[in-house]
């Protein structure tokens, strides 16, 4: 008599690349959040700055903060952005192309 083997579930393992992906995630969403923390000080700051230099009314100071707000925040995004890309254009590629 053969003894009929049963088929074994293939075992759970941590995958590498999981956890690396939910690192990256975790890292660039914090990273995210400082430098948009950092535009809106920035903005902050010349909103001040210019009611103090000029004595304008709340309005004309909240006008310029919010336009270095919007500059900083299209600059960081673009370096961000072109940073991608570049790693992007590095990535080895695992799988070959079908023929």
């Given at each position: 008599?053969?003894?009929?083997?049963?088929?074994?579930?293939p075992?759970?393992?941590?995958?590498?690349?999981?956890?690396?992906?939910?690192?990256?995630?975790?890292?660039?969403?914090?990273?995210?959040?400082?430098?948009?923390?950092?535009?809106?000080?920035?903005?902050?700051?010349?909103?001040?700055?210019?009611?103090q230099?000029?004595?304008?009314?709340?309005?004309?100071?909240?006008?310029?903060?919010?336009?270095?707000?919007?500059?900083?925040?299209?600059?960081?995004?673009?370096?961000?952005?072109?940073?991608?890309?570049?790693t992007?254009?590095?990535?080895?590629?695992?799988?070959?192309?079908?023929?």
């Amino acid at each position: 008599m053969r003894k009929i083997k049963a088929e074994q579930p293939p075992q759970r393992q941590h995958s590498v690349s999981l956890i690396s992906t939910v690192y990256h995630v975790l890292v660039t969403t914090v990273c995210q959040q400082r430098n948009d923390f950092f535009s809106v000080l920035a903005g902050v700051f010349l909103g001040l700055l210019v009611s103090q230099l000029f004595a304008l009314s709340l309005p004309l100071c909240f006008i310029p903060g919010v336009g270095l707000f919007l500059v900083i925040l299209v600059a960081q995004l673009r370096y961000q952005y072109t940073q991608w890309r570049d790693t992007i254009g590095q990535l080895k590629v695992l799988f070959p192309k079908d023929a």
